[in-house]
C-alpha cells in the first residue's frame, strides 16, 4: 500500500525566504503524488500534482516540486516565502490506475514570520 | 463551473443523536470520496463511491455510513454520535482517467457534538 511521510509538522520562514517542505512516498508502483494547501477554516485546494511526465512540477501562487525516483521524495518549494503562504500543506499519493485511493500525509503547516 | 458544494456548513449535534451531510459533486464527476478532519488529527480517509458503489472505507465503525444517487451526489450518515466525531467533514470528487485520480475538495461541513 502506498504511504507518504511529511517531515516536520510545522515549519518557519522568514518573509523571502525559500520555502521548502518535504515529503517522501511509499509505493509498489510508480505514482501519482499531489500537494494541497488548506487555508484556516477551508478545504483543500490542489497545489500541483505529478503524473509520470515532466519530473519537475510547477504549480500555482509559485510554488513547484520535484519527483526524484531515487530519494522517493517530493519536496515542494516555493523560492520566496509570501506572508499569503501560512497555510497548511498535504502531500498525497495515489498508485496509477483506476480506484486508486488518494492517501494523505499528516501535513505541515507553515508560518511566515515578518 | 462550480466546484464541490457542501451542506451544512456547520451543525450542532447532541451525543447519540444522528447527523446527515450531503455534497455534491463537480459536474461530470462520478466520485465522491469523504474525508474527516480532527482537530490533532489530520486528514482520515471515511468513504469513496464511485458509480453509485462504495469502492473503498476507511478504518471507521458501521455508524458512519453513506450512500450515492443516481446523479452522484453523496450523503454521509453519522449515527449513534460521540464527542469525538466532533470534526471538520470534507467531501471530494474526481472523474478517474488513466491519467491518474485527482481528487478536488469542497469546503467542508463543520460537526459539533455537544
Known amino acids: 500500500a502506498q504511504s507518504v511521510t511529511q517531515l516536520g509538522s510545522h515549519v518557519s520562514v522568514s518573509e523571502g525566504a525559500l520555502v521548502l517542505l518535504r515529503c517522501n512516498y511509499s509505493s509498489s508502483v510508480p505514482p501519482y503524488l499531489f500537494w494541497y494547501v488548506q487555508y484556516p477554516n477551508q478545504g483543500l485546494q490542489l497545489l500541483l500534482k505529478?503524473?509520470?511526465?515532466?519530473?519537475l512540477v510547477k504549480g500555482i501562487n509559485g510554488f513547484e516540486a520535484e519527483f526524484k525516483k531515487s530519494e522517493t521524495s517530493f519536496h515542494l518549494t516555493k523560492p520566496s516565502a509570501h506572508m499569503s503562504d501560512a497555510a497548511e500543506y498535504f502531500c498525497a499519493v495515489s498508485d496509477q490506475g483506476g480506484y486508486q485511493k488518494v492517501t494523505f500525509g499528516t501535513g505541515t503547516k507553515l508560518q511566515v514570520i515578518p | 463551473e462550480a466546484g464541490v458544494t457542501q451542506s451544512p456548513t456547520h451543525l450542532i449535534k447532541t451525543r447519540g443523536q444522528q447527523a446527515t451531510l450531503r455534497c455534491s459533486p463537480i459536474?461530470?464527476?462520478?466520485?465522491v470520496y469523504w474525508y474527516q478532519q480532527a482537530l490533532g488529527l489530520g486528514l482520515q480517509f471515511l468513504l469513496w463511491y464511485d458509480e453509485g458503489e462504495e469502492r473503498n472505507r476507511g478504518n471507521f465503525p458501521p455508524r458512519f455510513s453513506g450512500r450515492q444517487f443516481p446523479n452522484y451526489s453523496s450523503e454521509l450518515n453519522v449515527n449513534a454520535l460521540e464527542l469525538e466525531d466532533s470534526a471538520l467533514y470534507l467531501c471530494?470528487?474526481?472523474?478517474?482517467?488513466?491519467?491518474?485520480?485527482?481528487?478536488?475538495f469542497g469546503e467542508g461541513s463543520w460537526l459539533t457534538v455537544v
Open positions: 459536474s461530470g464527476h462520478t466520485s
Open positions: 471530494a470528487s474526481s472523474f478517474l482517467t488513466g491519467a491518474g485520480n485527482t481528487i478536488y
Open positions: 505529478y503524473t509520470s511526465a515532466a519530473t
